[in-house]
């Protein structure tokens, strides 16, 4: 059974920063995504990557990127085991929604929501124009 524990999130003015950490514990391989939901819209991946760590080496696969956050968002720290961070810049109102860290076991085969098996409990990230 994999756990996720997320940090960050709050409120910013446009053009402000923040950043979103992800611990992961239970399983070595994972497909790790962020997603959002804002009020009345669907759940829709911000990010997502393969991560495998084996004996102290780390390995990822090709990072996602939705279109939207393209330029703005980042997540760094890409080859530490057992995190997934998502670092976001210039920040915009309609980036306002609740956060959500999740994964399943394996390779990003799919990016659906339905595919994740795991999510964290969410956090609120409101930006203010």
């Known amino acids: 059974q994999a756990q996720l524990l997320e940090s960050g999130g709050g409120t910013v003015q446009a053009g402000g920063s923040l950043r979103l950490s992800c611990a992961t514990s239970g399983y070595s391989g994972f497909c790790q995504a962020w997603f959002r939901q804002a009020p009345e819209k669907e759940r829709e991946v911000v990010a997502a990557?393969?991560?495998?760590?084996?004996?102290?080496?780390?390995?990822?696969?090709?990072?996602f990127l939705a279109d939207s956050v393209e330029g703005r968002f980042t997540v760094p720290r890409i080859n530490v085991a057992r995190t997934l961070d998502l670092q976001m810049d210039n920040l915009r109102p309609e980036d306002t929604a609740t956060y959500y860290c999740a994964a399943y076991i394996g390779p990003c085969d799919s990016l659906a929501t339905s595919r994740f098996q795991y999510w964290g409990q969410g956090t609120q990230v409101t930006v203010s124009s």
């Open positions: 990557v393969y991560k495998e760590w084996t004996s102290g080496r780390v390995t990822s696969g090709r990072l």
